[in-house]
């Protein structure tokens, strides 16, 4: 999983992939259940009799049928099943009491799911549909995006629904925003073999992914593979339990959620002018995490002068000062001064006190001595002894 972290009353994520549920956790669950399925049920039949002929209602149809049949052998209880009949008006009424018994059971299957898109398409083009958003989704999307963070969708409603929610949404459209689409194509959204698929769709680890939706058990399937999942409580959501509140990070809004590298969270980043060599040293002021030392050689990560995190909002005199000693002086004595004391000093002392003392050594003592005592010896002892032994 990606890495976690509070600060103050937010949720630090590490996550660069996003992945959002619709109902409760980007719409409001009354939006989907008050406004979209009753719009669905009350065009149901006009719809199907108006494009029953066509090829993609047809294929439904077939996929309805064969789900029908498919419940009748696993015995599921309440089942309508659809007739292989060729009468119209027969097999027309069975789909709608189908359709209409999945609806109430709020069943998940791709061919419900399927039915209920291209219903809801023609409401969102004729602008009786509008998606429903919380208010911070937009701004949130869009500061992702921004920060090159990718958003992806997983819901049980349809691709096609889900485009058509956030293409005319009440905010506009919102699809530039948005990276890719999931539905139950992949798999029921319980399942953590579906998050594994998605994971190897957008060809990325577990630990780069963060998932959020409002039901637990959506939630656990995707920790399973490694994913990071984070619980909305959203007004109108099903109650969260004591365990799932201690399993699970919960918010309440996006607006909860910071990054980690996200250049919003930094307090302050600017560049500081420093006299070292003729170089310029750039100082953010964020924070090394974990151990980790700051690129610049020229950069201790000591106790004694440290990385000052200035607030955006110090315009006064006083803290002008400040910053101006903190991130100034504080700099110019460690990377100049000592710089100086080490590199100059130093080997000034040392390069003297080399050349003060041999080459003057040499010159006092070994030559002045070889000079005075061998030639003086020579001309005393040597040629003295010579005259008086020869007579």
């Given at each position: 999983m990606s890495s976690i972290k509070r600060d103050n009353n937010s949720i630090v994520l590490s996550a660069v992939h996003i992945l959002l549920d619709i109902e409760g956790t980007t719409s409001s669950i009354c939006f989907v259940k008050d406004v979209l399925f009753p719009y669905v049920r009350n065009h149901l039949e006009e719809y199907l009799d108006k494009n029953w002929d066509t090829s993609h209602v047809q294929e439904i149809v077939q996929n309805l049928k064969a789900q029908a049949k498919d419940d009748e052998e696993k015995k599921v209880e309440g089942v309508i099943a659809i007739p292989d009949s060729q009468?119209?008006?027969?097999?027309?009424?069975?789909?709608?009491?189908?359709?209409?018994?999945?609806?109430?059971?709020?069943?998940?299957?791709?061919?419900?799911?399927?039915?209920?898109g291209l219903i809801m398409e023609e409401g969102y083009k004729k602008g009786?549909?509008?998606?429903?958003?919380?208010?911070?989704?937009?701004?949130?999307?869009?500061?992702?995006?921004?920060?090159?963070?990718?958003?992806?969708?997983?819901?049980?409603?349809?691709?096609?629904?889900?485009?058509?929610?956030?293409?005319?949404?009440?905010?506009?459209?919102?699809?530039?925003?948005?990276?890719?689409?999931?539905?139950?194509?992949?798999?029921?959204?319980?399942?953590?073999?579906?998050?594994?698929?998605?994971?190897?769709?957008i060809s990325c680890n577990a630990t780069d992914v963060a998932f959020?939706?409002?039901?637990?058990?959506?939630?656990?399937?995707?920790?399973?593979?490694?994913?990071?999942?984070?619980?909305?409580?959203?007004?109108?959501?099903?109650?969260?339990?004591?365990?799932?509140?201690?399993?699970?990070?919960?918010?309440?809004?996006f607006t909860e959620i910071e990054f980690e590298n996200n250049c919003k969270k930094r307090k302050v980043c600017s560049e500081t002018d420093v006299t070292n060599e003729n170089k310029q040293v750039t100082n953010c002021a964020v924070s090394f995490e974990g151990g980790?030392?700051?690129?610049?050689?020229?950069?201790?990560?000591?106790?004694?002068?440290?990385?000052?995190?200035?607030?955006e909002s110090s315009t006064t005199e006083d803290s002008t000062v400040e910053q101006k000693v903190e991130l100034g002086e504080g700099k110019k004595v460690e990377l100049g001064k000592e710089k100086k004391v080490e590199?100059?000093?130093?080997?000034?002392?040392?390069?003297?006190?080399?050349?003060?003392?041999?080459?003057?050594?040499?010159?006092?003592?070994?030559?002045?001595?070889?000079?005075?005592?061998?030639?003086?010896?020579?001309?005393k002892v040597e040629p003295g002894e010579e005259k008086k032994a020869e007579p």
């Open positions: 009468d119209k008006p027969t097999v027309l009424q069975a789909v709608i009491n189908n359709v209409k018994w999945q609806m109430d059971n709020d069943r998940k299957t791709k061919c419900l799911k399927d039915l209920q009786e549909l509008k998606g429903h958003l919380y208010d911070d989704v937009e701004p949130s999307l869009k500061s992702w995006t921004e920060d090159n963070r990718s958003v992806y969708i997983y819901s049980s409603g349809s691709v096609n629904a889900q485009k058509l929610l956030f293409g005319h949404s009440e905010k506009g459209d919102l699809l530039p925003l948005i990276k890719g689409h999931f539905d139950t194509a992949v798999g029921m959204k319980g399942d953590a073999a579906s998050y594994k698929k998605i994971l190897t769709e959020f939706t409002d039901v637990p058990t959506e939630a656990r399937a995707a920790k399973e593979t490694g994913i990071t999942a984070i619980l909305l409580s959203r007004e109108g959501n099903n109650p969260l339990t004591d365990v799932d509140k201690a399993e699970f990070p919960v918010i309440t809004s980790s030392e700051p690129s610049n050689p020229n950069i201790k990560s000591n106790n004694d002068v440290e990385m000052m995190e200035v607030e590199l100059g000093e130093e080997k000034k002392v040392e390069l003297e006190e080399e050349k003060k003392a041999e080459p003057g050594e040499e010159k006092k003592v070994e030559p002045g001595e070889e000079k005075k005592a061998e030639p003086g010896e020579e001309k």
